[in-house]
């Protein structure tokens, strides 16, 4: 496998994602996998990059989601490493690339969930992850209202590919968004 220095990474991304909300979001993912991959003893910039560019082209070509970045990353030379990490995040959503090794199983899982534990933070009085608790996740992901879009499902089936709890999936993802959080947007006032 041929690594991809962060850098480039951060390079084709922004090249293809220039809102900040979606900027922020392959940025709190990236931290989260950064921190997984420490857990697992596994290279972490491996693990960080992987969660980078896995929206890659979700901003301009939402409707070929995963497609699109499996072309755009072959045509930058990216390792078919990454491709393959970035395609197991859609399993079953938008692509049958099912997720086998611990990194695309954990880019499954904690993608989503990422969403929903920035969506909690934001509805908090002081806007930080650096005060959010695994309990307050636990109830906004009981809400199916709230943060509608998230899927819940893809959440738990990752629990289950993981072999982890929800609450210590919830707890983990917390603590690798926490490191990152002046970088996500989610220092909030405190």
Not at 90 to 113: A, M
Not at 153 to 166: A, D, P, Y
């Amino acid at each position: 496998m041929e690594k991809l220095a962060r850098a480039e990474a951060w390079a084709l991304l922004t090249e293809y994602t220039k809102g900040e909300a979606l900027q922020k979001h392959a940025l709190a993912v990236e931290a989260v996998m950064a921190h997984f991959g420490r857990l697992n003893g596994e290279d972490e910039e491996v693990w960080a990059v992987a969660g980078l560019l896995h929206d890659l082209d979700y901003e301009q070509f939402p409707e070929q989601h995963c497609h699109k970045s499996e072309e755009i990353m072959r045509e930058h030379g990216v390792d078919e490493f990454y491709i393959r990490a970035m395609n197991c995040h859609g399993w079953g959503l938008c692509t049958d690339v099912e997720p086998q090794s611990q990194l695309e199983k954990t880019l499954y899982t904690v993608d989503e969930l990422c969403g929903l534990i920035n969506a909690a933070c934001l509805m908090r009085p002081s806007k930080s992850v650096l005060d959010i608790e695994v309990k307050s996740v636990k109830k906004k992901f009981k809400d199916k209202a709230f943060a509608a879009g998230v899927n819940r499902e893809v959440i738990r089936k990752g629990c289950e590919l993981l072999g982890m709890e929800l609450d210590e999936v919830i707890r983990e993802t917390i603590a690798g968004m926490q490191e990152r959080a002046e970088a996500i947007g989610l220092k909030g006032n405190l």
